[in-house]
């Protein structure tokens, strides 16, 4: 049973920086794609950043360009989100999921596999 664990959340002050940590099991994820996304309260899930499990491409969200990156420990079967330069408008329950395709705007379907979350909140 492949399960995706998402940590690192936590609460921080504006201008700070978050890793978040998503750790993948239970299957071969090599011709898969692992994302990041996001729910605040009261919003649509919307689309972080994901990257390509074998070859390493990565792609960002216009919202976070430049603040996030995400990237992978293929060894340790992980994915990462290093968030810096975090702004109150990142407050959000951050997931991670896995799919065959990238799909970056709802509905998020094609992702088979979802973690359960891990919270971050944005102090002004």
């Known amino acids: 049973q492949a399960q995706l664990v998402e940590s690192g959340g936590g609460m921080v002050q504006a201008g700070d920086s978050l890793r978040l940590s998503c750790a993948a099991s239970g299957r071969t994820f090599s011709r898969y794609v692992l994302g990041w996304f996001r729910q605040a309260p009261g919003k649509e899930r919307e689309f972080v950043a994901a990257?390509?499990?074998?070859?390493?491409?990565?792609v960002h969200a216009d919202s976070v360009k430049g603040r996030f990156t995400i990237s992978r420990d293929y060894a340790k079967n992980m994915v990462f989100l290093q968030m810096n330069s975090l702004k109150p408008g990142d407050t959000a329950i951050y997931y991670c999921a896995a799919g065959k395709s990238l799909i970056t705007r709802p509905p998020w379907d094609g992702y088979d596999y979802w973690g359960q979350g891990t919270q971050v909140t944005v102090s002004s």
């Open positions: 990257i390509f499990w074998g070859g390493g491409a990565t």
